[in-house]
Each structure stands twice: as C-alpha cells, then as structure tokens.
C-alpha cells in the first residue's frame, strides 16, 4: 500500500512538472468572430501546407494563400492554382525562425503576425484559427498587448512573470475547443509577435521561466488591471472569492493618473428605472459591507443586495469602486480606478520601475505571500 501511495504522488509530481514547463501553448486567433475566409503569408522562414495530414505545397516569404469555407471543408488556393478541399489544413514553420501573417477576408479584420504554426479547420460552421508556438513566444506579444510599448524594462519584466504565471494557471481554459487560451481579454489580449519595443523580448528572457507560486508551489492567479484608483481591492469583494494574495494594498504609484479619477451623470428616472428591475425603490438604498480598503462590495436595501461588480458591468463603468451622489436631475457615480482592480495596478507598476523598483519589489507589492519560482 506504502508503495502505491510514493508511485502515485510521483505520478502526479510528474504531471504537475509537465504541465508546468509546457513548452508548446495553443492560442485561438481571432475568437469570437465568425471569419469565413482568410488569407495566410510567410513573413521570415518557410512553411510547409499539409492538407488532411498530407504535404500540399510549401510557402516562401512572400506567397499567400487563400483558404475558405466550403461546407464543412476548407478550399485552398493561391494565386496560380486551387489546391482543393480538406477538412483540416497546417501551416508547420521549418526553418530556424518562422513568421506568418494571417488576414480575416471575410469579414475583414486587420491581420496578425505570429511565430511558429497555425492549424485551420470548421468548428460551429466557421473557420478555427489555432497558432501552435513556444509558450516564451507568446509572453512578448501578450505583454506588448497588455501593457503598451512605452513603459521600462522592470515594468516589463514583471508583466512577463504575471503573463506567464497566468497562462499556466489557466492552460486548460479552452481545452473543449480544442486550444488553451484565447487572444481576447477573456484570456489574455494577444495581437500577435511584439514588434514595437525590443525591450519587451529582453524582459522575457531576462524571466524564463519564471512564475508566482503559492506556498504549495503552484501557479496562482496573477490578476492585473489599469488602474487600482489608489488602492488594490480583494478577491473577496469583487469575485466573492477568498484568495489570501489578492487583498487590498495602499497603492500611492497610481494616484497622478489620468484613470485614477472618474465621473458619470445619470438621470435620476433612469437610475430609478434601473433599480426598480432589480427590485429596489432607490430611496433608501444605500452602499453598504465595507472592507479595510475602503471599498464598498453591495448597494443594499432592506433585505436586498445588489452586487457593485453587476452595477458596473449594467452601466459600463470603468470600476466597481465608486460612490453615489445626488445631482441636479442626475445620480453622479463619482468612482475611482480602472478595471477589477485586482493584483497588479499596471500604471502603479510602470510607475514603480520609473522610480527605480525592481520587477521583484513590484510583484512582491501588488502579490502578497508569493514566491518567484522558476518552472
């Protein structure tokens, strides 16, 4: 029994390191959009086309192919001949360095570049676009993506940790489809190959590797945002959910920002209207469950509560922390911050690294109790 019990904790000990040093991630390129045609070019390297398994052409730098739905099928052509019908199409990368560039035709969208491959095929009727890279090639684009390409390198360095961190917590997110992460912001946002900021691939490489860990050793959610409106909120108060790393932090870094303050004016009849389908008469609703940090987590009525996050999300407001005020004929909705305001306030943290903190001190400001672990 002994025995068994070492074989399976070293059963899963083992698959615990493999799915921690991933070294291929599958991205889904343009999710959420229903492309119907796309037009696929070698921008470095060379790329060889299997149709259904099979060798169809090879791809120099240049040349551009053209691939389409039909049915259930994908018809392939450049700009000589067709190449016919499959059901499934790869674009594998061979040489030392591989780029592409693919571009939705139909409905036109402006084209991504990326490393290594890409797989095509019919999924719900419409074309599934899945890039197979090496996950340290997807961090630059996705921090390029997520933070701009203006900030300095220990910014960088630490949104690399946070991204990675992320995208191994999350690696099986859209498994049912077929692929690990989107390039939305349902995922994390990816536009493809960073090519603004060299600076950005230096950061990267600078962190391989590297991840945030509990005390368990594994991966955490790494959550980052614009703007934390002066303080960091806590995973109970925004997701209802007790996370020890994710509480408030006083955060003076962010407070000359220009997302630090806002403001929106809303007729008090549509505001009435608002809470009276929730359930409420607004005459003696009021914020209520305060935190240490000073956020508020319910607008509360008797015996209702209506949840800030919701509230936020109703009235597209840049974050659920905010407060009432009445106006001339208006409800002001005077808040603060930009996003969930979770973990890292990314304006706080460029401003950080502008000051002379490390990536170190940033991450360990904004993730408290964590450890920086190489995977």
Known sequence: MRCRKILIFIALSLLTSVSLR??????????????????????????????NGRQVAVIRRGAMFHIERTGSGLAVHDTTQSYGIFSVL????????????VKPVFPPLPSKESEDNLAVSVFND??????????????????????GSGALPEYYKAQA???????????????????NLCDGVHCQAFNGKSRMNKQIYEATVSTENAILVNKAGEPVVTAYHANCGGITGSASVEWSKDLPYLVPVTDPFCYRSVHRNWSKDIPTATWNNYLAKKGYTGESAKLCTGTESGRQKYLCEENNKLLLTDIREDMKLKSSYFHLEPG????????????????????????????????????????????LKKT
């Not at 674009?91 to 360095?97: A, P, Q, T, W, Y």
């Not at 676009?129 to 933070?147: C, F, H, Q, S, W």
């Not at 502008?354 to 904004?366: E, K, P």
């Open 22 to 51: 991933a070294a291929e991630i599958r991205i889904g390129l343009f999710y959420g959009t229903e492309i119907e045609s796309i037009v696929f070019s070698t921008v470095e390297g060379e790329y060889m086309l299997e149709g």
């Open 161 to 179: 940790v946070i991204t990675r961190t992320f995208a191994l917590k999350n690696f099986h997110r859209h498994a049912h489809e077929g692929f």
């Open 328 to 371: 001339n004929g208006t409800v002001v909705i005077r808040g603060h911050g930009y996003g969930h305001g979770l973990g890292m306030c990314q304006e706080g943290a460029m401003e950080m690294a502008r000051v002379g903190y490390t990536y170190v001190d940033i991450l360990m400001f904004y993730f408290r109790n964590l450890t």
């Open 126 to 147: 419409v074309l599934r676009l899945i890039n197979r890279l090496d996950l340290e090639k997807y961090i630059p684009g996705t921090v390029e993506a997520e933070g």
């Open 90 to 101: 790869e674009f594998k990368g061979v040489s030392n360095v591989n780029v592409f560039q």
